[in-house]
């Protein structure tokens, strides 16, 4: 089972052990944990305490010793929605520092799945078009796919168009239909292991190494520029 999503919604990964454990054995002891997981006791108590804070995990004591048991899944989602709505109550405060120290001009640096999604979550933020140079469909491959999805139903609900030019070899490829989309591909050769996103005053140049690396730019003039590049591109590239 994949529980990437567990440790996204913030579950350590002894957490994550014992509570599919949990659901699996239903009311267990200590022992039955250890015996299903291999955690060393002491950090099974430290999950299960944890767990318990975050209301994953209930106990009942029967002939003096105590037996736990998993909560229902769906406590997962009143769990990442407590945690959202705690965010939202300090987020004017936040943006307000944020935007007191930014200047007008900037590169910034990002590093893994996880810097990706910030900037990816930066394009709804600032709904503008988006201008996509170059790809191979990574979304469909890595720990994007359980993001993406999220992130195209917030960008239809926004309204936020998108032009992309894919890599040649996505030619090949089933793509699905993209509501306020469109795309086309660039001739054989000329694919790459980078490609670009413009949108707003922001341009990003995204490596998809072992571990992605993304380099942003906020500037008008710079943006401006790469829009003019992308416009030839599109009409050199084909349908």
């Known amino acids: 089972m994949d529980t990437t999503a567990l440790k996204n919604a913030g579950l350590k990964e002894n957490e994550t052990k014992i509570y599919i454990a949990l659901l699996e054995r239903g009311s267990s002891l200590v022992s039955g944990i250890y015996q299903k ?38 406590r997962l989602l009143d769990y990442v929605k407590e945690k959202e709505e705690g ?7 936040l943006q307000e520092k ?26 709804l933020h600032m709904q503008e078009p988006i201008y996509v140079i170059g790809g191979k469909g990574k979304w469909l491959a890595n720990e994007l796919r359980f993001y993406f999805p999220h ?43 980078t490609h670009i996103w413009v949108y707003g005053d922001r341009v990003v140049s995204l490596f998809w190494g072992e571990v992605p690396f993304a380099f942003m730019v906020k500037s008008d003039k710079i943006s401006q520029g790469y829009r003019n590049y992308f416009k030839l591109l599109w009409k050199l590239s084909r349908e």
């Open 87 to 93: 965010i939202q109550q300090i987020l004017p405060l």
């Open 151 to 193: 992130f195209e139903r917030e960008r239809i609900k926004r309204k936020i168009k998108t032009k992309q030019i894919f890599d040649f070899e996505m030619r090949k490829k089933k793509l699905p239909s993209i509501k306020y989309g469109e795309h086309r591909f660039f001739p054989r050769d000329y694919s790459s292991s």
């Open 98 to 123: 944020y935007n007191l120290k930014k200047s007008h001009e900037e590169g910034l640096v990002f590093k893994g799945i996880e810097g990706i999604k910030s900037i990816m979550q930066d394009m």
């Open 37 to 74: 997981t291999g955690v060393h006791r002491r950090n099974i108590y430290d999950a299960l305490e944890k767990l318990h804070e975050k209301g994953l995990v209930a106990y009942t004591i029967k002939n003096g010793k105590k037996y736990f048991e998993a909560v229902n899944p769906e």
